[in-house]
């Protein structure tokens, strides 16, 4: 189960790999790495399909990546997602945000069986700060009907 105190540790890392960026740049994950690269997050690109993303070099995995990383977010078709955490473990990676639509069963307890701090179920941009109005108050909605992490 997310919580508040996964999220915040999720979010306190600098250095985020983005793995199923899309290669078009019209996809929401497009959007997450524009929004995240302007609230100051070095981020790496990873799509086995393309070079470069969004003016970005990107990697085909995370093992190519230059430098190491503190996090994952997610957005791969749920059977690739396995893989993915699969990977950040192998690498050492404690934190993984699963982003809604990318998460499988399998992935969500690979994580919690290798002790990987693991956001699932859960849009990035509803508390990445500063958040756009209309975040906060999709955020506040939660909030009112009982859905927001505690």
Known sequence: MTTQKSI???LSQ??????????????????VYKELK?????????????ENI?????YPNLQTLPETIG????????????????EANSLGIKHVWIQQGAESEASINFCKEKGINCVSGECILMFAEPAAFYHKLHRWVWKLIGKLPK
């Open 54 to 58: 969004l003016g970005e070099r990107c």
């Open 14 to 31: 600098n250095k985020l790999a983005i793995v199923g960026v899309s290669c078009t740049g019209k996809k929401f994950s497009n959007i």
């Open 71 to 86: 996090g994952v977010l997610v957005f791969t078709k749920p059977i690739e997602t396995e893989n993915v955490v699969r």
């Open 38 to 50: 302007s609230k100051g997050y070095q981020l790496f690109p990873v799509n086995p399909k393309a």
């Open 8 to 10: 915040q540790e999720f």
